[in-house]
Protein backbone atom coordinates (compact mmCIF):
# COMPACT_ATOMS: atom_id res chain seq x y z
CA UNK A 1 0.00 0.00 0.00
CA UNK A 2 1.45 3.63 -1.31
CA UNK A 3 0.92 6.82 0.78
CA UNK A 4 -1.81 7.69 -1.79
CA UNK A 5 -3.93 4.51 -1.05
CA UNK A 6 -3.43 5.04 2.77
CA UNK A 7 -4.64 8.29 3.10
CA UNK A 8 -7.22 7.36 1.26
CA UNK A 9 -8.42 4.92 4.06
CA UNK A 10 -8.16 6.97 7.08
CA UNK A 11 -11.71 8.11 8.14
CA UNK A 12 -12.97 4.62 7.37
CA UNK A 13 -9.90 3.26 9.37
CA UNK A 14 -10.62 5.74 12.39
CA UNK A 15 -14.44 5.14 12.72
CA UNK A 16 -13.13 1.25 12.41
CA UNK A 17 -14.88 0.45 9.47
CA UNK A 18 -12.27 -1.09 6.80
CA UNK A 19 -11.84 -4.95 7.00
CA UNK A 20 -9.11 -7.09 8.73
CA UNK A 21 -7.15 -7.18 5.41
CA UNK A 22 -7.27 -3.89 4.36
CA UNK A 23 -6.94 -2.62 8.26
CA UNK A 24 -3.82 -5.03 8.40
CA UNK A 25 -2.16 -3.06 5.09
CA UNK A 26 -2.89 0.24 6.35
CA UNK A 27 -1.25 -0.44 9.83
CA UNK A 28 1.70 -2.43 8.41
CA UNK A 29 2.01 0.98 6.22
CA UNK A 30 1.78 3.51 9.26
CA UNK A 31 4.06 1.47 11.45
CA UNK A 32 7.06 2.24 8.30
CA UNK A 33 5.90 5.73 7.07
CA UNK A 34 5.94 8.77 9.77
CA UNK A 35 4.37 10.78 7.53
CA UNK A 36 1.12 8.92 7.53
CA UNK A 37 1.42 7.90 10.73
CA UNK A 38 1.56 11.41 11.89
CA UNK A 39 -2.05 12.26 9.69
CA UNK A 40 -3.17 9.35 11.30
CA UNK A 41 -2.80 10.07 14.44
CA UNK A 42 -4.52 13.61 13.46
CA UNK A 43 -7.26 11.97 12.63
CA UNK A 44 -7.63 9.72 15.38
CA UNK A 45 -7.38 12.90 17.85
CA UNK A 46 -9.97 14.21 15.77
CA UNK A 47 -12.34 11.09 15.87
CA UNK A 48 -11.77 11.34 20.08
CA UNK A 49 -13.08 15.04 20.01
CA UNK A 50 -16.07 14.22 18.41
CA UNK A 51 -17.27 11.39 19.74
CA UNK A 52 -18.82 12.35 23.82
CA UNK A 53 -20.01 15.40 21.59
CA UNK A 54 -21.91 13.21 18.91
CA UNK A 55 -23.09 10.03 21.01
CA UNK A 56 -26.39 9.83 21.20
CA UNK A 57 -28.15 11.52 24.53
CA UNK A 58 -30.17 9.22 26.94
CA UNK A 59 -34.09 9.86 27.79
CA UNK A 60 -34.79 13.05 29.35
CA UNK A 61 -34.96 13.56 32.96
CA UNK A 62 -38.42 14.92 32.86
CA UNK A 63 -39.24 12.00 30.94
CA UNK A 64 -37.88 9.14 33.18
CA UNK A 65 -39.33 10.72 36.10
CA UNK A 66 -42.80 11.04 34.64
CA UNK A 67 -42.53 7.55 33.75
CA UNK A 68 -41.13 6.22 37.25
CA UNK A 69 -44.55 8.46 38.77
CA UNK A 70 -46.61 6.91 36.41
CA UNK A 71 -45.53 3.47 37.28
CA UNK A 72 -45.75 3.83 40.95
CA UNK A 73 -49.16 5.39 41.06
CA UNK A 74 -50.10 2.22 39.04
CA UNK A 75 -48.65 0.16 41.58
CA UNK A 76 -50.43 1.64 44.69
CA UNK A 77 -54.16 1.34 43.05
CA UNK A 78 -53.03 -2.56 42.05
CA UNK A 79 -52.65 -2.67 46.02
CA UNK A 80 -55.83 -0.53 46.64
CA UNK A 81 -57.32 -3.00 44.25
CA UNK A 82 -59.86 -5.51 46.11
CA UNK A 83 -60.99 -7.56 43.43
CA UNK A 84 -59.29 -10.16 41.39
CA UNK A 85 -60.59 -8.62 37.95
CA UNK A 86 -59.42 -4.86 38.65
CA UNK A 87 -56.08 -6.29 39.63
CA UNK A 88 -55.51 -8.39 36.79
CA UNK A 89 -56.78 -5.00 34.58
CA UNK A 90 -54.19 -3.25 36.44
CA UNK A 91 -51.47 -5.48 36.37
CA UNK A 92 -51.72 -5.38 32.07
CA UNK A 93 -51.99 -1.42 32.55
CA UNK A 94 -48.32 -1.86 34.14
CA UNK A 95 -47.15 -3.81 31.45
CA UNK A 96 -48.71 -1.60 28.54
CA UNK A 97 -46.96 1.55 30.81
CA UNK A 98 -43.64 -0.60 30.95
CA UNK A 99 -43.68 -1.65 27.26
CA UNK A 100 -44.88 2.50 26.24
CA UNK A 101 -41.70 3.64 28.98
CA UNK A 102 -39.03 1.17 27.10
CA UNK A 103 -40.69 2.29 23.31
CA UNK A 104 -40.12 5.81 24.62
CA UNK A 105 -36.58 5.31 25.13
CA UNK A 106 -35.71 2.69 22.08
CA UNK A 107 -37.42 5.55 19.92
CA UNK A 108 -35.07 8.00 21.08
CA UNK A 109 -32.16 5.76 20.68
CA UNK A 110 -33.45 4.94 17.55
CA UNK A 111 -34.15 8.76 16.54
CA UNK A 112 -30.53 9.32 17.62
CA UNK A 113 -29.06 6.86 15.51
CA UNK A 114 -30.57 7.52 12.02
CA UNK A 115 -30.12 11.57 12.67
CA UNK A 116 -26.55 10.32 13.41
CA UNK A 117 -26.14 8.42 10.42
CA UNK A 118 -28.29 10.08 7.72
CA UNK A 119 -29.62 13.32 8.13
CA UNK A 120 -28.16 16.78 6.88
CA UNK A 121 -26.82 17.82 10.28
CA UNK A 122 -24.44 14.86 10.22
CA UNK A 123 -23.55 15.55 6.64
CA UNK A 124 -22.81 18.97 7.04
CA UNK A 125 -20.93 18.82 10.07
CA UNK A 126 -18.84 15.63 7.99
CA UNK A 127 -18.32 18.14 4.98
CA UNK A 128 -16.98 21.43 7.12
CA UNK A 129 -14.61 18.86 9.24
CA UNK A 130 -13.35 17.85 5.71
CA UNK A 131 -13.54 21.29 4.18
CA UNK A 132 -11.39 22.97 7.68
CA UNK A 133 -8.65 19.97 7.21
CA UNK A 134 -8.35 20.66 3.45
CA UNK A 135 -7.47 23.90 3.97
CA UNK A 136 -4.94 23.97 6.59
CA UNK A 137 -3.51 21.20 4.85
CA UNK A 138 -4.16 18.33 7.19
CA UNK A 139 -4.90 16.59 4.10
CA UNK A 140 -2.82 17.12 1.51
CA UNK A 141 -4.01 16.54 -2.52
CA UNK A 142 -3.50 13.97 -4.27
CA UNK A 143 -3.48 15.99 -7.59
CA UNK A 144 -2.52 19.34 -8.56
CA UNK A 145 -1.25 21.50 -11.50
CA UNK A 146 -3.93 19.78 -13.95
CA UNK A 147 -7.17 21.25 -15.10
CA UNK A 148 -10.45 20.28 -13.69
CA UNK A 149 -11.26 17.98 -16.73
CA UNK A 150 -7.48 16.22 -16.25
CA UNK A 151 -8.60 15.63 -12.61
CA UNK A 152 -12.00 14.54 -13.64
CA UNK A 153 -10.46 11.92 -15.36
CA UNK A 154 -7.94 10.60 -12.94
CA UNK A 155 -11.14 10.53 -10.26
CA UNK A 156 -12.87 8.15 -12.96
CA UNK A 157 -10.04 5.52 -13.28
CA UNK A 158 -10.35 5.49 -9.22
CA UNK A 159 -13.73 5.82 -7.92
CA UNK A 160 -17.03 3.59 -8.70
CA UNK A 161 -19.54 6.34 -9.46
CA UNK A 162 -19.84 9.18 -12.39
CA UNK A 163 -17.56 12.39 -11.69
CA UNK A 164 -18.04 15.54 -13.97
CA UNK A 165 -15.95 18.39 -12.90
CA UNK A 166 -16.85 21.61 -14.92
CA UNK A 167 -14.42 24.23 -16.45
CA UNK A 168 -12.80 27.24 -15.26
CA UNK A 169 -15.40 29.77 -15.97
CA UNK A 170 -14.39 33.19 -14.43
CA UNK A 171 -10.84 34.62 -13.80
CA UNK A 172 -11.33 35.27 -10.33
CA UNK A 173 -11.65 31.30 -9.65
CA UNK A 174 -8.56 28.94 -9.37
CA UNK A 175 -8.35 25.15 -9.10
CA UNK A 176 -6.10 23.97 -6.42
CA UNK A 177 -6.10 20.10 -6.66
CA UNK A 178 -7.87 17.59 -5.59
CA UNK A 179 -7.85 14.00 -3.63
CA UNK A 180 -10.05 10.66 -2.77
CA UNK A 181 -11.74 11.50 1.12
CA UNK A 182 -14.34 10.17 2.90
CA UNK A 183 -17.45 11.94 4.87
CA UNK A 184 -18.24 9.89 7.66
CA UNK A 185 -18.18 6.17 5.54
CA UNK A 186 -18.83 7.69 2.64
CA UNK A 187 -15.99 7.69 -0.06
CA UNK A 188 -16.79 11.30 -2.02
CA UNK A 189 -13.98 13.15 -4.48
CA UNK A 190 -12.81 16.50 -2.68
CA UNK A 191 -12.00 19.35 -4.53
CA UNK A 192 -10.30 22.27 -3.36
CA UNK A 193 -10.81 26.28 -5.31
CA UNK A 194 -10.19 29.85 -4.91
CA UNK A 195 -12.52 32.23 -5.55
CA UNK A 196 -11.61 36.13 -5.13
CA UNK A 197 -8.80 34.29 -2.81
CA UNK A 198 -11.13 32.57 -0.50
CA UNK A 199 -11.05 28.81 -0.75
CA UNK A 200 -14.26 26.61 -1.32
CA UNK A 201 -14.45 22.83 -0.98
CA UNK A 202 -16.14 21.15 -3.33
CA UNK A 203 -17.82 17.14 -2.50
CA UNK A 204 -18.75 15.05 -5.24
CA UNK A 205 -20.55 11.79 -3.49
CA UNK A 206 -22.26 8.75 -4.92
CA UNK A 207 -25.88 9.23 -5.46
CA UNK A 208 -27.44 6.57 -2.95
CA UNK A 209 -25.01 8.66 -0.38
CA UNK A 210 -27.09 11.49 -1.76
CA UNK A 211 -30.49 9.40 -1.15
CA UNK A 212 -29.86 8.98 2.36
CA UNK A 213 -30.02 12.40 2.91
CA UNK A 214 -33.32 12.22 2.52
CA UNK A 215 -33.72 15.98 0.68
CA UNK A 216 -37.35 17.15 -1.31
CA UNK A 217 -36.52 17.32 -4.83
CA UNK A 218 -37.45 20.78 -4.67
CA UNK A 219 -36.21 23.83 -4.98
CA UNK A 220 -32.74 22.12 -6.65
CA UNK A 221 -30.47 24.19 -4.86
CA UNK A 222 -30.29 23.27 -0.70
CA UNK A 223 -28.46 26.32 0.91
CA UNK A 224 -27.39 25.82 4.52
CA UNK A 225 -24.95 27.31 7.73
CA UNK A 226 -23.55 24.96 9.68
CA UNK A 227 -20.93 26.72 12.23
CA UNK A 228 -20.42 29.36 10.07
CA UNK A 229 -20.12 28.03 7.14
CA UNK A 230 -22.24 28.12 3.87
CA UNK A 231 -23.33 24.72 2.63
CA UNK A 232 -25.09 24.18 -1.50
CA UNK A 233 -25.91 20.52 -1.62
CA UNK A 234 -27.75 19.45 -4.83
CA UNK A 235 -27.91 16.59 -7.47
CA UNK A 236 -27.17 16.49 -10.90
CA UNK A 237 -27.12 13.07 -13.50
CA UNK A 238 -26.80 11.11 -10.47
CA UNK A 239 -24.41 11.82 -8.74
CA UNK A 240 -24.54 14.55 -5.37
CA UNK A 241 -22.58 17.84 -5.23
CA UNK A 242 -21.76 20.08 -2.03
CA UNK A 243 -19.77 23.22 -1.66
CA UNK A 244 -18.50 24.09 1.23
CA UNK A 245 -17.29 28.02 2.06
CA UNK A 246 -17.19 31.33 3.74
CA UNK A 247 -18.54 33.46 0.69
CA UNK A 248 -21.99 31.84 0.45
CA UNK A 249 -23.20 32.46 -2.97
CA UNK A 250 -20.59 33.16 -4.53
CA UNK A 251 -19.39 29.60 -4.38
CA UNK A 252 -21.24 28.47 -7.08
CA UNK A 253 -19.10 30.22 -9.54
CA UNK A 254 -17.29 26.94 -8.86
CA UNK A 255 -19.80 24.93 -11.17
CA UNK A 256 -22.10 27.73 -12.29
CA UNK A 257 -21.57 31.37 -14.53
CA UNK A 258 -22.48 34.35 -13.07
CA UNK A 259 -25.58 34.69 -15.25
CA UNK A 260 -27.25 31.62 -14.43
CA UNK A 261 -30.21 31.39 -12.13
CA UNK A 262 -30.06 28.97 -9.21
CA UNK A 263 -33.28 27.35 -8.02
CA UNK A 264 -32.36 27.75 -4.29
CA UNK A 265 -34.32 27.45 -0.91
CA UNK A 266 -36.27 30.80 -0.05
CA UNK A 267 -34.34 31.20 3.62
CA UNK A 268 -30.71 30.87 2.62
CA UNK A 269 -30.35 31.58 6.28
CA UNK A 270 -31.28 28.38 7.32
CA UNK A 271 -28.65 26.91 10.25
CA UNK A 272 -27.82 23.59 11.81
Known sequence: ???????????????????????????????????????????????????????????????????????????????????????????????????????????????????????????????????????????????????????EEWFRNRLAFNINLPELRNESLTFLGGRISHLRDVEVAALEYQVDQKHVSLFIIPEDAYERLRLQQKPKFKVLNHRGYDLIIWRSHGTGYALVSEIGGRSCLVCHSPEEKLDVISDASAHL
Open 1 to 151: MDCSAAKSKFFAYVDGELGREQEGALESHLAACTVCRRLADLELAFREAYVERLRPDPAPERVRERVGILLKDLVDRQLRARRSRWTRALAGTIAAAVLLAIGMAAGLFIDSWVEGRNSVGTFAEAAVEQHQKLVRGVLPPDITGVSPKGA
